[in-house]
């Protein structure tokens, strides 16, 4: 790194012990009610009370100066960060392993009959823009005009609880809000994150650095990933009622940490491991969590990840990453020389089956005559087990053969109209209606989506309201929303049970409550002293399927063996 940065953070409250006992930790064990961990973490709280403006904030690749000075300094064309790479490098991995199935195989009898296919949020079009300067292509992730991050929840939670997990509730305090306290800017730039750079043939590739610990294997360094529980994730907006929803059990269908591991494997994983590799970490500590209380932790390693992606076969993520990265390298090769040295927009999609990779290309602004131009790339695979023909399925499965792999870029020659229709129709499979939460009625929807704030401290760029992109809840929504409300009345009726009794931690006995956790919600005046209240806390992802065809005009073709550089 060039600039000074903040250090790697480290896992509070015992947490450690996470890192090194396989499986899923609850925080509270729900048979015997004794905590694995202090009652402290068990209460989330509210994303406004926690002071955002007080951290450094993300940094986009096209506004980090440290980022493009190594690419400079190194020689290298294009520079991105996990968050902007993930999506492009999944979609090539799709058309690699022709839309592989992952391996459910280790869960129980539960999930014989469940989809074991990516799920819809995974598979949805990458987009993504190349912003052009001096040379470097600073690659940032392109959101639509149904997609408002700064309005999601769970964007905003994940950043508090990172803090929530690495910090003493001293520590922790001091990044909530105090309203009585006035808001005082410091003269003083403060540090950036800590990061740890990645380079291959024609890219420096950024990953954010969470956590440490000296005792894991190879950096020691690993991820922190907050996950929120299905109802929410499926429903996000509506995700104060959906926070009753309980995990009671390690396996099932539903309501379990065995549901959620699933999901994630669906859904997380691919992103995740190509996050880790970037990073060069270990893996990813998980904390499962409905908004509102936590309900336990899972470390999940590099090599897990790999296994439920591809199978047990050793070594196949590291050669499908470097082939992956090699494959993306010649991908933006072209569609920067489609409008050479201008900032452009590109769409990323392999549809099932996964036989090709359509890439559309175009410029970010236009002011030349006629309609802004409109390039659609084709990317086709073929592969080879030592110089012989092979299926995908083979490569994936092998070990000692030599494993290469030819592509074919080709441009599709095709009126703009038919690619502007092609691009609207890729555009639109990426886009999710929204859906309202119980108390908005449709006609509400623009007051209330105007009024959604999860950091009022902050002048955040709210994209254009359109009512085409919010829908009320459908029946399958709605089970979701019945399953919540029974979980919050069978949380309060055990809450009921627990009232008065002492909390026992394992190992330490009974928990002496802490004062002044979290900002007391006020109290009405009483004769005799009020206790100090408990906070009630605020609490918050995402199918289509086709395929497509093109004509084809000139190709590209190049080889990626085995011997290509690796990160």
């Not at 610990?213 to 922190?224: N, Q």
Request: contains cysteine.
């Amino acid at each position: 790194p060039i600039s000074e940065h903040l250090p790697v953070s480290q896992l509070a409250h015992g947490l450690d012990r996470v890192l090194f006992n396989p499986g899923v930790h609850w925080l509270q064990d729900p048979r015997s009610n004794v905590y694995n961990f202090t009652p402290w973490l068990e209460r989330i709280p509210k994303v406004n009370d926690f002071a955002f403006e007080k951290l450094t904030g993300f940094v986009s690749s096209s506004r980090d100066d440290d980022l493009r000075a190594l690419a400079v300094r190194e020689g290298k064309k294009f520079v991105g960060s996990t968050s902007s790479l993930s999506g492009m490098l999944s979609h090539i991995y799709f058309l690699i392993s022709n839309h592989k199935e992952v391996e459910l195989t280790t869960l129980s009898q539960h999930f014989l009959l469940e989809n074991p296919k990516f799920t819809s949020g995974q598979r949805m079009p990458a987009a993504v823009k190349l912003n052009y300067k001096d040379g470097v292509y600073a690659i940032d992730a392109l959101s639509g005009e149904y997609d408002d991050p700064d309005k999601n929840v769970l964007t905003w939670l994940g950043t508090l609880l990172e803090n929530f997990l690495t910090k003493t509730p001293a520590e922790f305090n001091k990044t909530l809000r105090d309203d009585s306290q006035p808001t005082t800017k410091s003269d003083e730039k403060p540090m950036r994150e800590a990061y740890r750079f990645a380079k291959s043939d024609k890219f420096v590739m950024r990953s954010q650095l969470d956590c440490h610990d000296a005792r894991l294997p190879g950096t020691g360094v690993f991820d922190i990933k907050t996950r929120a529980v299905l109802p929410i994730r499926m429903d996000i907006l509506n995700y104060e009622e959906n926070s009753g929803y309980q995990i009671k059990s390690q396996y099932g269908i539903m309501e379990s940490f065995e549901r959620e591991y699933y999901d994630l494997i669906r859904s997380g994983f691919l992103k995740y491991s190509v996050q880790v590799r970037i990073g060069n970490m270990d893996g990813v500590m998980v904390a499962y969590h409905n908004t509102e209380r936590i309900f336990g932790f899972q470390y999940i390693s590099l090599d897990e990840m790999d296994e439920r992606i591809y199978g047990p076969v050793p070594g196949i993520g590291a050669k499908v990453f470097n082939k992956s990265v090699s494959l993306l390298e010649a991908v933006l090769e072209q569609a920067t020389a489609c409008y050479p040295e201008e900032t452009v927009e590109c769409m990323f999609e392999t549809r099932p089956p996964g036989k090709t990779l359509d890439v559309f290309v175009r410029p970010a602004e236009w002011i030349g005559e006629g309609k802004r131009p409109v390039t659609q790339l084709v990317v086709e695979l073929s592969h080879t087990l030592d110089g012989e023909p092979a299926k995908a399925h083979e490569v994936l499965k092998s070990t000692s053969q030599k494993w290469e792999m030819e592509y074919k870029i080709c441009k599709a020659a095709l009126p703009l109209d038919v690619l502007m229709h092609r691009l609207q129709t890729t555009e639109a499979r990426k886009a999710r209606p929204l859906v309202l939460p119980a108390t908005v009625a449709l006609q509400d929807a623009r007051a209330y989506w105007e009024n959604l704030s999860y950091n009022p401290k902050l002048a955040l760029n709210t994209k254009e309201f359109k009512l085409s992109n919010f829908t009320v809840a459908d029946p399958h929504i709605e089970k979701f929303r019945e399953v919540s409300r029974e979980g919050r009345l069978l949380y309060k009726e055990l809450q009921r049970r627990q009232e008065g009794k002492p909390k026992i931690v394992l190992g330490q006995g009974v928990y002496e409550e802490e004062e002044s956790l979290f900002f007391k919600e006020p109290q009405a005046e009483v004769p005799s002293p009020a206790n100090a209240a408990e906070t009630d806390t605020a609490p918050t992802e995402s199918e289509r399927e086709a395929s497509a065809a093109s004509q084809e005009t000139p190709k590209v073709e190049s080889r990626i063996t085995e011997s290509d550089e690796k990160l």
